[in-house]
């Protein structure tokens, strides 16, 4: 496979594949490890409220220490130290995660939230140093094609790990030793975070930058912030995070409990979403880099509402393996251009507080959002009587579903006619994109080549 150049600085080339290697590793943790502690959740009997709070719980606490590391940047002026310990922190954590539950079983679902409220900790502790280094060494010519190449390692990485997690668990429950299977799960996903902090330790930081927190000084300091282009859409996004998070963290719960799918079942289900985006992220990338990020995400804003709601209405294994695809597609390209539409607005030198302020704003939705959805789930009847026909539905979260669809729909076409791309780009058609997304043949590549060359000369 011939080696794909970024940059002409060799030792920023050779930072950025270290980046690549790291980002392989981590897709092992997420496709293997992340991906099922739902699945543990349910295993742990964890109810419906208690799902919800899985979701949302950690990730909103662990956002609060992105200030911390933003601040920890300024006070230190360490970058690669604390996104060094921040990794090391998320790789112990699987530790007690997976000794805890069992020598505890009466306390077993609030231990593991507790340690996945550490794991999301260290993630959070090294995300804005993280963000920050790869700021300064991606190219900005090139930061499209090369976030959609280590996304779409992510991608193909994390199915296969995926794939071996269900399989690994299905063998283990035939076996009736389905807590040693998720302990052999674990076990993998916390030897490749370790890998990772390797890969990462190798990587160069540009002397003289670090992600600092920046001392709101002053009225006018956010007067300016809430005028700007990037409090609208951290806005728009934290919204559409809460849209999301009224359903996303129970199609796991409504798979395994409602619909008795089996691991493996699951596995596939999971795993069709990570292929489809494997396979169309790198035009997503193509597309971002010459015709910008706000027709992708208006484009794929569009295909949102539909993901929740095409699960209402059949319960098919076929079926809901197609809406999988179809949600891959959509979300590669929202969360790509989401990313890159951050790294447009932000200043390289305002990056660690606006990173952490979105990244708070985001977590507080999915909070919402998830503790939202886990009440509606409780209290949300299966039958209903109208006019003297009853009408009855497989499970309460069809209702969660169904409501997030209109939560998403609402905000998308409420707030998306508000975003403003940020760079001089061409301009495309809804219809082309999609066609440059969809299409598949040799000659695609070819023609982002060329408009991308043109262009450059402009």
Not at 63 to 87: C, D, E, M, Y
Not at 143 to 169: D, H, K, P
Not at 286 to 295: E, K, L, T
Not at 372 to 400: A, D, N, Q, R
Request: overall charge positive; hydrophobic content about 55%.
């Amino acid at each position: 496979m011939p080696k794909v150049v970024y940059a002409n600085d060799p030792q920023t080339q050779k930072s950025l594949q270290h980046s690549i290697k790291d980002a392989g590793a981590y897709a092992v943790m997420i496709g293997i490890g992340e991906t099922y502690l739902s699945a543990f959740a349910l295993f742990l009997k964890a109810s419906t409220p208690q799902m919800g709070l899985l979701a949302s719980l950690p990730t909103l606490l662990a956002s609060l220490v992105q200030l911390f590391s933003a601040w920890l940047g300024r006070w230190t002026g360490q970058r690669k130290l604390i996104i060094l310990s921040g990794v090391m922190i998320q790789a112990l954590a699987w530790l007690p995660l997976m000794i805890l539950p069992i020598l505890f079983p009466q306390y077993a679902v609030p231990l593991m939230i507790a340690c996945v409220v550490l794991y999301h900790c260290g993630a959070h502790l090294a995300a804005p140093q993280w963000s920050s280094l790869m700021g300064d060494i991606v190219p900005d010519r090139r930061r499209g094609r090369f976030f959609a190449r280590r996304t779409g390692i992510i991608s193909i990485v994390t199915f296969v790990a995926l794939m071996m997690g269900g399989l690994i668990l299905q063998v283990s429950t035939e076996r009736e030793a389905t807590r040693q299977g998720f302990i052999i799960l674990f076990s993998i996903a916390m030897l490749a975070r370790f890998t990772t902090f390797y890969q990462l330790s190798k990587m160069h930081d540009p002397s003289g930058h670090v992600a600092a927190m920046e001392v709101p000084v002053g009225q006018a300091w956010w007067q300016r912030l809430r005028q700007s282009n990037f409090v609208r859409f951290s806005v728009f996004f934290a919204l559409v995070q809460f849209s999301v998070a009224i359903a996303s963290p129970f199609f796991t719960v409504y798979m395994l409990r409602d619909l008795e799918f089996s691991y493996v079942m699951f596995m596939c289900n999971s795993g069709m979403a990570v292929l489809a985006q494997f396979l169309t992220l790198n035009r997503w990338g193509r597309i971002s880099d010459v015709f910008g990020n706000r027709r992708i995400l208006a484009a794929t804003g569009i295909l949102l509402p539909l993901m929740p709601l095409l699960w209402v209405f059949s319960s098919n294994f076929w079926y809901l393996l197609l809406v999988q695809a179809i949600s891959g597609l959509a979300w590669a390209g929202f969360t790509l251009s989401a990313s890159n539409f951050l790294y447009d607005l932000i200043a390289r030198d305002k990056r660690a507080t606006y990173l952490a302020i979105h990244n708070v704003l985001a977590s507080f939705g999915i909070f919402a959002g998830a503790i939202t959805g886990g009440y509606l789930g409780s209290v949300l009847p299966t039958e209903v009587s109208i006019l003297g026909h009853t009408y009855s539905w497989l499970s309460p979260l069809l209702g969660v579903f169904l409501i997030s669809a209109l939560v998403r729909a609402t905000i998308v076409m409420l707030l998306v006619p508000k975003i403003r791309e940020v760079r001089n780009v061409r301009p495309i058609s809804f219809r082309d994109l999609i066609f440059r997304v969809t299409r598949v043949n040799a000659l695609a590549g070819i023609i982002f080549d060329v408009i991308g060359t043109k262009n450059k000369q402009q």
